[in-house]
């Protein structure tokens, strides 16, 4: 409990500083969330997961918080947009695991993967408009992303890793629309608004038995 209102609190305040602009004070609380919510993943994890299960959730916290960290350096140079897509891949491809771990029945839905294909297709030639190093990066990341989905979407176990995985994916195209198309009005409100909802819901799902 007090870890989630430490979470929340942390959240607000970040919404706060991309709200008035206030550059240090997004500086402090951004990283902090995810080391807040690796805490709690410590706190609330159940002993009956195995030791895998364990060390991949905890994983996925790392990449975020490594993800978020280089992300907010972007604004110097694009070099850390690219290792940040790095950690956030990272971070996609443990989640597609995560989603499936220990799924004795999985309910492969095959026209679902292909919607998600060309839907992630579809939207990457809407981004991006000139193939570089980074627009390839961005492609290989949008796949990852339609996985990720896919995996979401054919767990069994509980709704809240879904609806999170949907956020997740919306925050995601918001970068990708301000940085590659047109600029958004308060983007940073937005992008962290579904991000801050979207990591409590997947990870608190997770911790789910």
């Keep these: ?3 989630i209102i430490l979470y929340l609190t942390v959240a607000f305040l970040e919404l706060i500083s991309e709200i008035f602009y206030i550059v240090p004070l997004h500086m402090i609380t951004k ?25 991949l959730i905890k994983m996925s916290v790392i990449f975020s918080f490594f993800g978020d960290i280089f992300l907010m350096f972007v604004r110097f140079h ?27 029945r999985l309910m492969h839905k095959w026209k679902i993967l292909l919607f998600l294909f ?7 030639y809407f981004v991006i408009n000139d193939i570089d190093e980074i627009a390839v990066a961005v492609g290989v990341y949008v796949m990852v992303l339609v ?9 069994r176990k509980g ?12 925050s995601d195209s918001l970068i990708a629309i301000n940085k590659f ?3 958004i009005p308060y983007n940073g409100v937005w992008i962290m608004s579904l991000y801050i909802i979207a990591q409590y819901l997947i990870i608190n799902g997770l911790l789910k038995i």
Excluded: W
């Design 78 to 104: 694009d070099a850390f947009f690219m290792i940040g897509i790095l950690f956030f891949l990272m971070l996609q491809l443990t989640y597609s695991y995560l989603y499936t771990f220990n799924e004795d």
């Design 147 to 155: 996985c990720m989905m896919y995996c979401a979407i054919i767990r």
């Design 31 to 55: 990283p902090l969330l995810m080391i807040i919510m690796y805490f709690h993943v410590i706190n609330n994890i159940h002993p009956s997961f195995n030791n895998e299960y364990r060390r």
């Design 159 to 170: 709704e809240s890793v879904l609806i999170g995985s949907i956020l997740f994916l919306l």
């Design 1 to 3: 409990m007090i870890t």
């Design 181 to 183: 198309k047109y600029k």
């Design 118 to 124: 060309l839907a992630g297709t579809a939207f990457y």
